[in-house]
């Protein structure tokens, strides 16, 4: 079995719909995941890496949101139908260039390697 599963989350709350995001900071995790105070959006942002095969790997990314009422529901659900595509076309890029980044270093490796052949001893 290949094992390589790693990933990274990034949260954010606020009120994206408003010119200034009306972003709030948080100290820590617990402290993110118990607010819910009313009008908000929490937003979760996530990158995965899993391993396929020996060879391949798969990138994907994951945007999750919470409203914590329906009054954010209702401000967010606008502000989301019109930034989605863009954001979509944005991960789509960034997706397209790490990709691609990676095989280019994937080929340069082998190409190194292709270039030192190893030596039969036959005697």
Known sequence: MFKL????????????????YGKLLFDNTDSFVG?????????ILN?????????????????RV???????????FPYWCLIRPASGLIRRRILSAIKKTS??????????????PRQNNTD
Not at 47 to 63: F, M, W
Not at 66 to 76: E, I, N, Q
């Open 5 to 20: 599963n790693s990933e990274i989350t990034f949260g954010l709350v606020g009120k994206l719909w408003q010119l200034d």
């Open 35 to 43: 607010f819910h105070e009313p009008s908000f959006a929490k937003l």
């Open 47 to 63: 990158y995965r890496i899993d391993k396929i095969s020996r060879e391949k790997i798969r990138l994907s990314t994951e945007t």
């Open 66 to 76: 919470f409203c914590t009422d329906k009054k954010a529901v209702y401000c967010f």
């Open 103 to 116: 095989e280019a270093h994937q080929k340069d490796r082998i190409l190194t390697n292709s270039s030192h």
